[in-house]
């Protein structure tokens, strides 16, 4: 009994080695590109706020992505996060993925970023999301872009007096 068992495994191991060095062959001979981006929704300003992140993955390259994984990074200790990564079996060259992040912030702000990454594919991070994104900086912001645009409308219209 033991015996066949252990011929069982070696005939197991002889057919599945050429497969998984087959694999991997494949996934090294046809790398691919990903893209990903996230976005929020509902309000996410206060302490226990539920809110809801979707990462977009795209495959950008010719080759289908092969088990590509998304994780959420610089999500606090003291945030809960469902699910905290997602992953995709195979994404077709053009296909893009939608996942959905419910997240319960909790006392602590922080600024959240997703990875993607295939076995084919190397990692790549979306862009970055401050909670809570605060109205002084979006403020701020649209005074230094006028200020800038004021310099620049005059500067041209002075170079056209000229």
Known sequence: MKRRAI???SILLLIATPLITGAVAATSDTQTSLFISLDT????KNNGDAFVVRADVKNIGDYAAIDTVINLKNVPSDWNTTPWHMNIPILAPGQTKT???IIERGPTNSTIY???EALNAPL???NRIAIPISLYVIAGFAVVCSVLIIQVHRQRKKNNTK
Do not use: M
């Open 7 to 9: 011929i069982g495994a």
């Open 41 to 44: 929704y509902w309000e996410h």
């Open 99 to 101: 996942c959905y992040f």
């Open 114 to 116: 997703a990875t993607a």
């Open 124 to 126: 790549v991070q979306s």
